[in-house]
T-cell receptor, first 116, second 118 residues
Framework: DTGVSQDPRHKITKRGQNVTFRCDPI?????LYWYRQTLGQGPEFLTY????????KSRLLSDRFSAERPKGSFSTLEIQRTEQGDSAMYLC??????????????FGPGTRLTVT | QQQVKQSPQSLIVQKGGISIINCAYE??????FPWYQQFPGKGPALLIA?????SEKKEGRFTISFNKSAKQFSLHIMDSQPGDSATYFC?????????????????FGAGTRLAVHP
């Protein structure tokens, strides 16, 4: 399968704990996005990488959130001191960034986070 | 100005019928309008997309109609099947910023839960 992959698929954690999610984009896609989706809503943009550079962060991304994309390949999203309001589906998407269809974003299966 | 409003919230259609979902936007800079299909527990899957230089795009049973002056676009699913039962999201972005070296974060509607009854 050459699509976007995310790990883990599900994470249950206690309030106050730190969690880290991983996203592996489609090979050779230089643009990578993180979105958050709460129940019954559409995905909301969190942050964007072009290669290894993080070019934008949403106001939704508080200081407890940090994302990295070392070497411009996979990306990690870490949430520190989790709160119940962080419970959501965290989606990763990638796009080629150039050429025909360069703007088409392909999503991974998501990581479902439940904070108890 | 960044919002995309989607309706209806839920839709029930009989097998073989036409499903119609509508979206409206405010930001005139938006120039790329994709539709995504999402099944429970899965990520959104790109279904079909349109640019504002055309008023209609058809792929199989799926058609997007676009009205630039009204800033509205809609998804039509012809001959709806039970397997089409899913949540559908419209989205919008400005890809011209991509072409100039920018980015294209998607702004999503709230979604429409479609149920196709046999």
């Amino acid at each position: 399968d050459t699509g976007v992959s995310q790990d883990p698929r599900h994470k249950i954690t206690k309030r106050g704990q730190n969690v880290t999610f991983r996203c592996d984009p489609i090979s050779e896609h230089n643009r990578l996005y993180w979105y958050r989706q709460t129940l019954g809503q559409g995905p909301e943009f969190l942050t964007y990488f072009q290669n290894e550079a993080q070019l934008e962060k949403s106001r939704l991304l508080s200081d407890r959130f940090s994302a990295e994309r070392p070497k411009g390949s996979f990306s990690t999203l870490e949430i520190q001191r989790t709160e119940q309001g962080d419970s959501a589906m965290y989606l990763c998407a990638s796009s080629p960034g150039a050429g025909t269809g360069g703007h088409e974003q392909y999503f991974g299966p998501g990581t479902r986070l439940t904070v108890t | 100005q960044q919002q995309v409003k989607q309706s209806p919230q839920s839709l029930i259609v009989q097998k073989g019928g036409i499903s119609i979902i509508n979206c409206a936007y405010e930001n005139t800079a938006f120039d790329y309008f994709p539709w995504y299909q999402q099944f429970p527990g899965k990520g959104p899957a790109l279904l079909i997309a349109i640019r504002p230089d055309v008023s209609e795009k058809k792929e199989g049973r799926f058609t997007i109609s676009f009205n630039k002056s009204a800033k509205q676009f809609s998804l039509h699913i012809m001959d709806s099947q039970p397997g089409d039962s899913a949540t559908y999201f419209c989205a919008a972005t400005a890809i011209l910023t991509l072409l100039s070296g920018g980015y294209n974060k998607l702004i999503f509607g709230a979604g429409t839960r479609l149920a196709v009854h046999p």
